[in-house]
């Protein structure tokens, strides 16, 4: 059987609500068919980037240096990949979609978290700002260019537009960015993943004990199963909420107004914990002061490559012909949180 046929095969096990394994909006560029289908030969192009490694040394939460022990922003992405694909197996959605969008959701995420983000955006404000999705895309689309004369990754659309919110301007074709199911299982399955991961690096650290968790609603139900342990806690936490999210969206597959969704009543939940979790850890002075030391070495190492630019960021300024303000952000946002420090190091 070959591969269109394998395809079609595929597609009769889908939802009719699923995006089919050809996909319908294609790529920059049209390319031949290889033996993988198109949505699994994106994931293998995402997963070769630079960028893609260099989560590995980016914050998501703790700042590496505190701790090797918790997410980072490489760690979050997988298991964000894994629950989103539970979920589109579950409804019968393109798993191979729904995974190329989750491994490449966070890719374009600088150093030190949304700290870093902050910082980059306030440096670029009289140049378009710096945006963690909008950089995501500049990534997929122009920066990461392994095709010798072309530029970008060329994956399919229905991938980069899962990386742009929903209702935006397609920067590359002016349409209007509509985002696929798979899309959407991503995007709630991403809001689902960091509030259980982060209860049990919230717990692992110290910044906060298991017995304020019973605070909320979602941790005390979840620990009066699975007891105070960190781990088990994340895994009633991703357990509870993903159930809810299945059933929810499933209602809503067989109308013809399909959503991902959950109850109403287990959002609210959702947002009492993130509320939880934003007032005792994400703000937290220890986890802060660490990251502000990043956000100063960012602003520090930018100025130095906009007044004197080292050869990467003269590169990207040529090939992208862009700003050097640009450029010298697109180098810092490649890097890890390490590479950073080190770079700013020589200069401080
Ligand atoms: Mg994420």
Do not use: W
């Amino acid at each position: 059987m070959n591969v269109r046929e394998r395809m079609s095969r595929a597609n009769e096990l889908l939802s009719p609500h699923a995006t089919p394994h050809e996909g319908v909006l294609g790529r920059v560029f049209p390319e031949e068919l290889d033996e993988r289908f198109p949505f699994e030969r994106d994931r293998d192009r995402i997963l070769e980037t630079d960028s893609f490694r260099s989560m590995a040394g980016k914050t998501q939460v703790f700042v590496k240096r505190i701790a090797e022990d918790y997410r980072n922003r490489l760690t979050h992405t997988l298991e964000v990949t894994a629950a989103a694909r539970g979920i589109a197996r579950a409804l019968k959605l393109n798993e191979d979609l729904t995974e190329a969008i989750a491994l490449v959701h966070d890719i374009g995420h600088p150093p030190f978290g949304h700290q870093g983000e902050e910082v980059l955006n306030e440096l670029l404000r009289a140049h378009g700002g710096f945006n963690h999705n909008v950089q995501g895309y500049r990534l997929v689309t122009r920066i990461e260019s392994p095709y010798a004369g072309k530029q970008g990754l060329n994956l399919n659309r229905e991938i980069t537009n899962g990386m742009l919110k929903n209702g935006l301007k397609d920067p590359m074709t002016g349409g209007t960015v509509t985002h696929t199911l798979e899309a959407n299982v991503v995007d709630a399955c991403d809001r689902v993943a960091y509030v259980a991961h982060d209860a049990q690096d919230g717990l692992i650290s110290g910044v906060f004990a298991a017995d304020r968790l019973r605070e909320t609603a979602l941790g005390r139900d979840v620990m009066e199963r699975v007891g105070t342990e960190a781990r088990a806690i994340r895994a009633g936490l991703l357990r509870v909420l993903l159930a809810d999210m299945h059933h929810a969206s499933a209602a809503t597959l067989e109308t013809d107004a399909p959503r991902i969704t959950m109850t109403d009543a287990m959002a609210a939940r959702r947002e009492e914990l993130y509320a939880f979790l934003k007032a005792n850890m994400y703000g937290n002075p220890m986890v802060h002061a660490k990251r502000k030391e990043g956000q100063e070495m960012i602003e520090l190492l930018f100025h130095a490559y906009v007044a004197h630019p080292p050869e990467e960021v003269l590169a990207l300024e040529q090939r992208l012909h862009c700003s050097r303000e640009r450029a010298a952000a697109d180098h810092i946002g490649s890097m890890s949180d390490y590479l950073l420090l080190q770079e700013a190091g020589k200069i401080a």
